[in-house]
Protein backbone atom coordinates (compact mmCIF):
# COMPACT_ATOMS: atom_id res chain seq x y z
CA UNK A 1 0.00 0.00 0.00
CA UNK A 2 3.01 2.67 0.69
CA UNK A 3 4.46 1.71 -2.36
CA UNK A 4 1.74 2.83 -4.28
CA UNK A 5 0.53 5.57 -2.26
CA UNK A 6 4.19 6.43 -3.24
CA UNK A 7 4.10 5.91 -6.77
CA UNK A 8 0.86 7.41 -6.89
CA UNK A 9 1.98 10.68 -5.43
CA UNK A 10 5.30 10.55 -7.92
CA UNK A 11 2.67 10.42 -10.67
CA UNK A 12 0.93 13.54 -9.11
CA UNK A 13 4.42 15.30 -9.04
CA UNK A 14 4.88 14.25 -12.73
CA UNK A 15 1.38 15.15 -13.93
CA UNK A 16 1.95 18.66 -12.16
CA UNK A 17 4.95 18.96 -13.76
CA UNK A 18 3.82 18.56 -17.07
CA UNK A 19 1.24 20.64 -16.82
CA UNK A 20 3.01 23.70 -15.67
CA UNK A 21 5.60 23.05 -18.51
CA UNK A 22 2.43 22.84 -21.11
CA UNK A 23 1.52 25.97 -19.60
CA UNK A 24 5.09 27.74 -19.74
CA UNK A 25 5.34 26.54 -23.72
CA UNK A 26 1.77 28.21 -24.01
CA UNK A 27 2.83 31.23 -22.59
CA UNK A 28 5.82 31.30 -24.91
CA UNK A 29 3.61 30.46 -27.72
CA UNK A 30 1.35 33.51 -26.93
CA UNK A 31 4.49 36.37 -26.33
CA UNK A 32 6.02 34.68 -29.97
CA UNK A 33 2.18 35.77 -31.55
CA UNK A 34 2.05 39.05 -30.11
CA UNK A 35 5.74 39.73 -31.01
CA UNK A 36 5.04 38.70 -34.18
CA UNK A 37 1.74 40.78 -34.79
CA UNK A 38 4.09 43.92 -33.03
CA UNK A 39 6.44 43.43 -35.64
CA UNK A 40 3.71 43.16 -38.52
CA UNK A 41 2.33 46.53 -36.99
CA UNK A 42 5.87 48.20 -37.14
CA UNK A 43 6.19 46.71 -41.10
CA UNK A 44 2.85 48.50 -41.34
CA UNK A 45 3.66 52.09 -40.20
CA UNK A 46 6.91 51.57 -42.05
CA UNK A 47 5.00 50.92 -45.27
CA UNK A 48 2.42 53.75 -44.26
CA UNK A 49 5.58 56.12 -43.72
CA UNK A 50 7.22 55.42 -47.29
CA UNK A 51 3.91 55.82 -48.98
CA UNK A 52 3.79 59.51 -46.87
CA UNK A 53 7.72 60.06 -48.16
CA UNK A 54 6.64 58.86 -51.69
CA UNK A 55 3.42 61.26 -51.53
CA UNK A 56 5.50 64.43 -50.32
CA UNK A 57 8.01 63.74 -53.22
CA UNK A 58 5.27 63.47 -55.74
CA UNK A 59 3.73 66.70 -54.55
CA UNK A 60 7.11 68.59 -54.08
CA UNK A 61 7.45 67.52 -58.11
CA UNK A 62 4.02 68.88 -58.92
CA UNK A 63 4.59 72.03 -57.22
CA UNK A 64 6.23 75.11 -59.34
CA UNK A 65 5.04 78.01 -57.41
CA UNK A 66 6.24 81.26 -56.45
CA UNK A 67 5.07 83.38 -53.23
CA UNK A 68 5.63 86.71 -52.55
CA UNK A 69 8.02 87.51 -49.17
CA UNK A 70 5.46 87.97 -47.01
CA UNK A 71 3.98 84.81 -47.86
CA UNK A 72 6.89 83.24 -46.95
CA UNK A 73 7.39 84.78 -43.87
CA UNK A 74 3.93 83.59 -43.09
CA UNK A 75 4.73 80.05 -43.82
CA UNK A 76 7.79 79.81 -42.18
CA UNK A 77 6.52 81.10 -38.93
CA UNK A 78 3.48 78.44 -38.95
CA UNK A 79 6.00 76.02 -39.80
CA UNK A 80 7.92 77.23 -36.67
CA UNK A 81 5.38 76.96 -34.36
CA UNK A 82 4.74 73.52 -35.95
CA UNK A 83 7.87 71.96 -36.12
CA UNK A 84 8.00 73.30 -32.42
CA UNK A 85 4.91 71.40 -31.42
CA UNK A 86 6.20 67.99 -33.04
CA UNK A 87 9.09 68.74 -30.70
CA UNK A 88 6.87 68.76 -27.95
CA UNK A 89 5.31 65.83 -29.10
CA UNK A 90 8.46 63.60 -29.64
CA UNK A 91 9.57 64.58 -26.03
CA UNK A 92 6.36 63.73 -24.58
CA UNK A 93 6.28 60.29 -26.74
CA UNK A 94 10.13 59.44 -26.63
CA UNK A 95 9.59 59.35 -22.61
CA UNK A 96 6.57 57.11 -23.19
CA UNK A 97 9.60 54.67 -25.47
CA UNK A 98 7.50 54.52 -28.37
CA UNK A 99 9.72 54.26 -31.78
CA UNK A 100 6.56 54.37 -33.67
CA UNK A 101 6.47 57.92 -33.12
CA UNK A 102 9.63 59.50 -33.82
CA UNK A 103 9.21 57.68 -37.26
CA UNK A 104 6.04 59.43 -37.87
CA UNK A 105 7.11 62.86 -36.98
CA UNK A 106 9.93 62.72 -39.13
CA UNK A 107 7.93 62.02 -42.17
CA UNK A 108 6.24 65.19 -40.88
CA UNK A 109 9.51 67.45 -40.50
CA UNK A 110 10.03 65.93 -44.20
CA UNK A 111 7.13 66.62 -44.89
CA UNK A 112 7.40 70.51 -43.85
CA UNK A 113 10.90 70.81 -45.51
CA UNK A 114 9.10 70.11 -49.02
CA UNK A 115 6.53 72.66 -48.13
CA UNK A 116 9.65 75.36 -47.35
CA UNK A 117 11.67 74.20 -50.14
CA UNK A 118 8.60 75.13 -52.39
CA UNK A 119 7.55 78.32 -50.43
CA UNK A 120 10.90 79.84 -50.99
CA UNK A 121 10.17 79.70 -54.91
CA UNK A 122 8.67 82.66 -56.21
CA UNK A 123 5.22 83.97 -57.92
CA UNK A 124 4.35 82.68 -60.73
CA UNK A 125 0.61 83.24 -61.37
CA UNK A 126 -3.31 82.84 -59.13
CA UNK A 127 -3.21 79.59 -60.97
CA UNK A 128 -0.20 78.08 -59.61
CA UNK A 129 -1.11 79.68 -56.53
CA UNK A 130 -3.78 77.90 -56.07
CA UNK A 131 -2.00 74.31 -57.43
CA UNK A 132 0.20 75.17 -54.43
CA UNK A 133 -2.50 75.57 -52.38
CA UNK A 134 -3.82 72.16 -52.89
CA UNK A 135 -0.70 70.77 -52.93
CA UNK A 136 -0.06 72.46 -49.27
CA UNK A 137 -3.46 70.88 -48.13
CA UNK A 138 -2.25 67.33 -49.28
CA UNK A 139 0.91 67.66 -47.63
CA UNK A 140 -1.14 68.95 -44.67
CA UNK A 141 -3.39 66.21 -44.78
CA UNK A 142 -1.05 63.63 -45.42
CA UNK A 143 0.34 65.12 -42.12
CA UNK A 144 -2.94 64.58 -40.37
CA UNK A 145 -3.32 60.92 -41.62
CA UNK A 146 0.23 59.64 -39.95
CA UNK A 147 -0.58 61.27 -36.48
CA UNK A 148 -3.73 59.01 -36.87
CA UNK A 149 -2.01 56.13 -37.61
CA UNK A 150 1.02 57.05 -35.13
CA UNK A 151 -2.49 57.24 -32.71
CA UNK A 152 -3.55 53.71 -33.95
CA UNK A 153 0.11 52.79 -33.35
CA UNK A 154 0.24 54.06 -29.51
CA UNK A 155 -3.21 52.70 -28.74
CA UNK A 156 -2.13 49.22 -30.43
CA UNK A 157 1.39 49.11 -28.43
CA UNK A 158 0.08 50.50 -24.91
CA UNK A 159 -2.31 46.93 -25.50
CA UNK A 160 0.25 44.91 -26.27
CA UNK A 161 2.46 46.23 -22.93
CA UNK A 162 -1.26 45.93 -21.30
CA UNK A 163 -1.82 42.16 -22.64
CA UNK A 164 2.20 41.09 -21.75
CA UNK A 165 1.95 42.53 -17.96
CA UNK A 166 -1.39 40.14 -17.27
Known amino acids: RERTRIKQA ?4 LKVKAA ?3 AERQ ?4 EAK ?6 LEQEMMREKEEELRREAEEIERQRQVYLTQEQI ?7 DRRVQTAKEQEMAEAREGTEKVKKVIDVEREIEA ?3 EDLTIGVVGEQRTAEAEEALRRAEDAARLAAEALEAAHVAFQRSEEESMR
Open 34 to 39: KAEEFL
Open 114 to 116: VEV
Open 20 to 22: REE
Open 73 to 79: RQRMADL
Open 10 to 13: QLAE
Open 27 to 30: RKID
